[in-house]
């Protein structure tokens, strides 16, 4: 009976649950977005990137510097935790991997060295959420600051190209990050900031409670057509036949009309270009360790 009820006229819509990273795949491009969040089982993915594995080497120093006693938060000890929590995947060679890890310890060195250790943050790898009458939207925040009252949110970047204040001001993710964080903690937050460490620059962005409703305006529109594109990918959706231990071939045909494939440059960096002939023609796929080779010509 309460299963009939869900479908009478007038009744409360079901929330399209998502994550900014949700809603920024269906824009970049549909078909990519089908294939990692709704094919089951999903299609297998190319090999690791590298420039990940930077990242996330470099994210996670920094979160655990914050663990450390205010006593034992140095530039040394950030550099230490990065060489003992540094990820290895999608390097061309051992030799470029310990390139990469003596650049990242320089940069976490250097950008831990501007901080001062007992300026506690609200949080570290936060996790925020929050909700309208169309979206339960929520995200992981690098670190979240408070200054004179106000709540800043503060988001790192490794990648090679240096950042601006349009870059903090369109981002959605950042956006709906100071939404969350003020409905959660019950702060005003309207600061937004990329700190790109490979230059020590930080580009900000102050918002305004017209500035973040556009946000979270777009962010329904994006989640409107995507939930209803998930909702007839199931309602028709037939299982892939397995032959033994062998992945099922991934056929777009029956998914074109809803989930198009959005051919671009992004292509070059895309999980699932194996299984796309458009973004293959498009952009031929890139060495896991392209983005670091490019970094290193530019830097010399």
């Given amino acids: 009976m309460e299963q009939q009820q869900l479908g009478f006229e007038g009744m409360p819509r079901r929330l399209y649950t998502c994550t900014p990273s949700r809603l920024n795949a269906w824009l970049d491009c549909p078909r990519r ?32 510097w914050w663990k450390l006693p205010l006593e034992e938060r140095t530039p040394e000890a950030a550099g230490s935790l990065l060489l003992r929590g540094w990820l290895t995947d999608g390097f061309k060679d051992g030799e470029q991997s310990a390139r990469w890890r003596s650049r990242a310890r320089a940069m976490v060195e250097r950008y831990v060295a501007k901080i001062d250790p007992a ?34 949110v503060v988001d790192y970047k490794t990648g090679r190209h240096v950042l601006t204040a349009d870059d903090a001001r369109g981002s959605l993710a950042l956006a709906i990050y100071a939404v ?21 620059g930080v580009a900000s962005w102050e918002h305004t409670e017209e500035s973040l409703g556009r946000h979270i305006t777009r962010a329904e529109q994006i989640a409107d057509e995507a939930s209803a594109a998930d909702e007839a990918y199931k309602a028709s959706r037939v299982p892939r036949p397995r032959t033994g ?33 458009e973004g293959q023609q498009a952009a031929p796929r890139k060495d896991p360790w392209a983005s670091l080779t490019a970094a290193e010509a530019e830097t010399g």
């Fill in 245 to 277: 231990d062998a992945p099922p071939a991934v056929d777009h045909g029956p998914w074109d009309e809803l989930f198009p494939p959005r051919p671009s440059n992004l292509c070059s960096w895309c999980d699932f270009a194996r299984h796309c002939p």
């Fill in 33 to 64: 977005y089908r294939m990692t969040y709704l094919d089951r089982p999903s299609p297998p993915k190319g090999p690791p990137w590298a420039h990940n594995s930077v990242g996330a080497s470099v994210h996670n120093a920094l979160a655990n």
């Fill in 119 to 152: 300026d506690e943050p609200v949080g570290v790898e936060r996790t925020v959420a929050t909700r309208t009458s169309r979206i339960a939207v929520s995200g992981r925040i690098d670190r979240l600051d408070e200054r004179d009252g106000e709540l800043v």
């Fill in 180 to 200: 969350a964080s003020s409905r959660v903690l019950r702060k005003p937050c309207y600061k937004v900031e990329l700190h790109h460490l490979p230059s020590g």
